[in-house]
């Protein structure tokens, strides 16, 4: 396993790549492995030459400093694990190859996209994950790209700046990887207590509940059940919202919409943790 570290190196590395016809998957992540992220990196294994697997933490999608400070950074550890699955590069650069001060990474207008949900509590954090989403693309070049369901309005947006940017990378989205109580895993569960963990499979129960009801009460109704639900139980909410998969406006009536998707943030011991459940889908994942 190759572990590179400057944008030369890998410019190099892809290169040799495309003269031998190889293909090239992609998993970009923030480090802190779990089996989440090695469940992308193996899918990209089965379908390419060459997979790439980036472990960065970006620090233009963090709009709260102390969560940028405090998010787990594993280089070795991680190295472990992907030199176990057998990955081929990881690529670890630092700020500076990924932001140096002659190069702008422009990214396209989001559709608004950006601005709901995760995009109204964390003000500018979509910009910034599509800026470095787009900087480590151009860098890679990859055929294929990997992303987790886990990330729902992440992946939406990636997508949609990919249409928007006629780009030929192919989005595999691979569902959510959970803990054995249901709990959605998370570099940031590192940081829960044990109790906490236990405690948090409410939300996968809640997503569970909320998808059995789906159609028989009002998306309103529903949402509003599972707010309450998970504030008895002591985490603090930041929203609940049942949503168009395509557009992520509110859905008011279950009928008028193909693709509905029910998700949440809350904090839970000073930790922000975030789920999704596909209530209506014509979409499948892996
Ligand atoms: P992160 O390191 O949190 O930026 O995540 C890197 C990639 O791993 C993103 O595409 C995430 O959606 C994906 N991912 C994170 N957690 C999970 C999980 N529990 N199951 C599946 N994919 C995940």
Redesign the pocket.
Known sequence: MLILTTVDEINRFISSCRNLSKTIGF?????AL?Q??L??VKKSIKENNITVCSVFVNPTQFNDKSDLEKYPRTLDKDCTLLRTIKTDVVFAPTVAEIYPSNIEVVVPELGGLDLVMEGEFRPGHFEGMAQVVKRLLDIVKPDRLY?????FQ??TIVQYMLKKLQSEVKLVI?????ENNGL????RNQRLSEEMKNKAGLIYRTLTTVKKQTGKKTPEMIAEYAKKRLSKAGFEVEYFAIVDGNSLKIVHDFNKHSYVVACVALWAEGVRLIDNMILKNVKKFD
């Open positions: 998993v970009p992540t923030m480090g779990h989440g992220h469940e992308l992303m987790g369901q886990k990330d992440q992946f691979l569902k959510t990887i959970r959605a895993m998370s570099s």
